[in-house]
């Protein structure tokens, strides 16, 4: 019975720790065998047993801090509400968002931006157009380009703000927020309501103050 949790201990714990030093270092400043001196008496042939890298670690790190799976558990009463849910429920996913942004060098290089774009309009850009199409027809959403205001939500949101976050100032990013905000106010799509507008930039603060 021990052995067979053996292996799913030993992967919890090198996420655990290098997790921790990912955030304490950075992701570039943290050497696999960083991570092997913080596990102890293990080996780097037991991390390479469980991972294949160490972006590999960052990236299982990432996927599994999701607070909630937001595409998975929808709330509103229409597809608009469910838009702005989903967006609330990522801005203050602080765990996920701290690990992020302790990583932004390695998630801004060239090769992760384009996984990241072909992750985005590949995977996200379907499931999101469901939840706008689903507002085209209930009325809450007034556009003929469902599609294009999909791209353009997910291109604004997780590309030109989610990679620039660790670079911005307060201000900077209340510009880019404002103008996104009026840019799909000026659509007829009001995305972003206030409430979530201040939560963006709840997120920003406690992301600047964790990286102090």
Known sequence: ???????????????????????????DGTSIQDIVDGLGNMTKGVI????????????????????????????GRNGLEKLQNILKDSFKSYRRQSIGYAVAVALRSPRILGEQYLQVFQELVPEMKKIVDEG?????????????????????????????????????????ILFIQQMFNGLGVPLLT???????????????????
């Open 1 to 27: 019975m021990a052995r067979n949790k053996y292996p799913e201990e030993t992967r919890k714990k090198i996420l655990d720790v290098a997790e921790k030093l990912f955030l304490e270092k950075g992701y």
């Open 48 to 75: 390479y047993h469980h991972f294949k890298s160490k972006f590999a670690i960052l990236e299982t790190i990432m996927d599994e801090a999701d607070e909630q799976p937001v595409l998975e558990q929808l709330r």
């Open 136 to 176: 085209v027809m209930d009325g809450s959403i007034q556009t003929d380009y469902p599609e294009e205001i999909t791209e353009l939500l997910m291109l604004t949101i997780n590309l030109w703000i989610g990679f620039q976050l660790s670079l911005l100032s307060e201000e900077e990013l209340r510009r880019k």
């Open 194 to 212: 206030d409430e979530i507008v201040q939560d963006a930039f709840t997120l920003f603060t406690v992301l600047k103050k964790n990286s102090d």
